[in-house]
């Protein structure tokens, strides 16, 4: 059951999908519920909301979740205004003295940036240092990148062109992430430019390869307490549609997303392949800590 603001526009979406618990106002704290602090830092707030907590589904049906969102105190925000903010995102300060479980870092579009050139770097190795001890946090696409460089110094290279479409992934390591999962299953989207080395973690004895790509990159990544998940498999079935739609309109150069849409065809429906993989995946790591 997550717990929410009764006032979240999200909860609509959500609505048949998950059980949902109201509360009033942001903080609000439940005694008994597991908290799990969320920086979401991709540029569409609302939908990134919906991607995330649709996917926070206990397998316990009295087990409470409460998810506070995390909003930056150095970054001035373009496609969502301080009245949102204000009234659904709580700053690291409001939060630090709760008994936080969990995190959940995002993606963010600053791929082509170097890590200490983007803007809130300083806030976020903060937030990095807020998150270490806690029992359990997940780092997705750009987020596995700067939370790699930040804590085991893992640099992040260029690809010639994007990783951009669904694919089919090799099992590494046993993990209880992967219960009731099977190879058939590991299947991930990846809208991305850049990707971590297999020899640079490697070389860290703390780190374990969980799951790797076609050509053997890491893609799935753990150390004692840490996620780094190089894909993105909170989207939604529409997600790669809408961004390919998006380049497309904007004039960029971008290829049909690999595996994603039947027949290969834009104008067909795509598949939601790694539907099963994320919602089982996540479940288990609700289960973990």
């Given at each position: ?169 090799n099992c590494e390591s046993k993990s209880k992430l992967f219960d009731s999962l ?49 894909g993105h498999m909170e989207y939604d079935k529409y997600n790669l549609r809408d ?14 997303p690999d595996n994603y849409f039947l027949d290969n065809k834009p104008e067909n ?21």
């Amino acid at each position: 059951m997550l717990i929410l603001n009764k006032n979240m526009p999200v909860i609509e979406e959500l609505k048949g999908m998950i059980d949902i618990k109201t509360k009033n106002g942001k903080l609000n704290v439940s005694k008994k519920s597991k908290k799990i602090l969320v920086l979401n830092l991709m540029p569409n707030k609302v939908k990134t909301e919906y991607h995330i907590l649709r996917l926070l589904n206990t397998k316990k049906p009295d087990e409470e979740i409460e998810p506070f969102f995390l909003k930056l105190d150095t970054h001035k925000y373009k496609n969502i205004d301080d009245e949102y903010l204000n009234e659904f995102y709580v700053s690291l300060e409001e939060v630090k003295n709760l008994d936080i479980e969990a995190a959940i870092i995002t993606g963010a579009p600053l791929e082509k940036i170097k890590f200490e050139e983007v803007a809130y770097w300083e806030e976020l190795k903060g937030i990095f240092e807020f998150i270490n001890n806690l029992k359990s946090s997940i780092f997705i696409c750009w987020g596995s990148q700067a939370a790699l460089y930040y804590f085991h110094n893992i640099p992040k290279y260029d690809y010639k062109h994007k990783k951009f479409g669904v694919f089919k992934h090799n099992c590494e390591s046993k993990s209880k992430l992967f219960d009731s999962l099977d190879n058939e299953d590991f299947k991930i989207p990846h809208s991305r430019y850049t990707y971590i080395k297999r020899e640079d973690i490697k070389k860290k004895s703390s780190l374990e390869i969980l799951l790797s790509d076609e050509n053997n990159e890491p893609v799935i990544v753990k150390d004692k307490n840490k996620i780094y998940v190089s894909g993105h498999m909170e989207y939604d079935k529409y997600n790669l549609r809408d961004e390919y739609v998006r380049d497309i309109n904007n004039n960029l150069e971008i290829n049909i997303p690999d595996n994603y849409f039947l027949d290969n065809k834009p104008e067909n429906s795509p598949a939601f392949s790694w539907e099963k993989f994320s919602r089982i995946f996540y479940s288990n790591w609700l289960e973990s800590f």
